[in-house]
């Protein structure tokens, strides 16, 4: 039999008062040693002191036969017996109090970890994209001759990777040339037409807080007349995001009715280039997104559709 199981059969009781013994006190066993039966010793004195003939002894409850008052011994066996009965039962209480508690907190803890993992997830994920583009910044910086032939173009505002996935999306062996930067350059139309010139192949790469996104059009830039204007021209377009929109770097291929150059917003006091408005329409954004949206429901890039670019640089393909 195990611990457990002799415990849960539990302390035997007096066939008087109906309570467990004890190994000592008023519930220890005493014996009647006339017929072999036990009883508490609070019940043998009453026993002793009720006895129908008002004789010194004990009538046993179970067979009748008297035990004079000097023949009701303790029985040191049976007193050994019930303590380690009650200190089974004790430990098997206790023991089922720690399994009751450790089931709670099993429960308590996978429902915590269900209810945390998915942001815990993200940040995860976000830290480490993070921490390697740092690694690969840091690598390429430093130790550049280490790292196989990523070349960045020179003074662009792209990690190393970024760079990489940005020329994967063009499934092509192509090269970029970084043309204008607005921290550099300056941000008003003149400094963009300045640097950017006849050129017709052209990204766009805008950062605004952790969001790194852009766009790629094939026309160059025809701008309107009036500068609040729109001027829409056929070229191709598609968007991209390098950071802060998906798991990974994405390119978002628009329909092409629905194709427009990114609109600059002309606001007195803004710098001109760096004031985007941007959104895409839902049905055009790939699976996974988690970046912002509109109140229309359409992706805003930029984490609003209005909204100042902390940097706009644009790359020549060359
Ligand atoms: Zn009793
Ligand atoms: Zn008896």
């Known amino acids: 039999m195990l611990p457990e199981q002799m415990a849960a059969v539990g302390v035997p009781e007096c066939g008087v008062c109906h309570e467990e013994y004890q190994s000592r006190g008023d519930k220890a066993p005493l014996t009647l040693t006339a017929c072999g039966h036990s009883v508490c010793s609070q019940c043998a004195r009453e026993l002793i002191r009720h ?18 008052e ?11 017996c019930v303590a380690t009965l009650q200190a089974l039962a004790m430990g098997s209480s206790v023991l089922s109090t720690i399994k009751t508690w450790a089931l709670w907190l099993v429960g308590w803890l996978v429902l915590t970890l269900v209810w945390v993992s998915t942001p815990l997830v993200a940040v995860v994920v976000f830290v480490s994209v993070w921490v ?3 690694l690969l910044a840091t690598f390429t910086d430093l130790m550049g001759i280490r790292v196989p032939p990523i070349r960045l173009p ?4 792209l990690s190393p990777s970024q760079y990489v996935a940005l020329i994967n ?9 970084s043309i204008y930067r607005s921290s550099r350059d300056g941000s008003t139309y003149g400094n963009l037409l300045d640097r950017v010139g006849d050129k017709l192949l052209l990204v766009f790469i805008i950062r605004k807080g952790r969001y790194v996104f852009g766009a790629f059009i094939s026309g160059g830039l025809e701008l309107p007349e009036n500068p609040t204007d729109c001027n829409e021209y056929d070229c191709d377009v598609w968007w991209f995001s390098l950071a802060g929109h998906f798991w990974r770097p994405t390119k978002i291929d628009i329909p092409q009715q629905k194709q427009r150059v990114i ?5 007195r006091g803004l710098p001109a280039v760096r004031s985007c408005l941007q959104a895409i329409d839902s049905s055009d954004v790939p699976a996974g997104y ?5 109140g229309y429901g359409d992706a805003c890039l930029g984490g609003r559709d209005g909204f100042v670019a902390d940097e706009v640089e644009v790359l020549a393909v060359q």
């Not at 000097?70 to 050994?80: C, G, H, I, S």
């Open 290 to 294: 988690w970046g912002k949206w509109t």
């Open 154 to 157: 020179a003074g662009t505002s």
């Open 51 to 68: 006895h129908p003939h008002g004789r010194r002894a004990a009538r046993c409850p179970t067979c009748r036969v008297d035990t004079t």
């Open 263 to 267: 609109r600059w917003r002309e606001r």
């Open 70 to 80: 000097d023949a009701v011994r303790p029985t040191y066996l049976a007193r050994e």
């Open 132 to 134: 390697r583009d740092l």
């Open 169 to 177: 999306m063009f499934y092509g062996d192509i090269k970029l040339e």
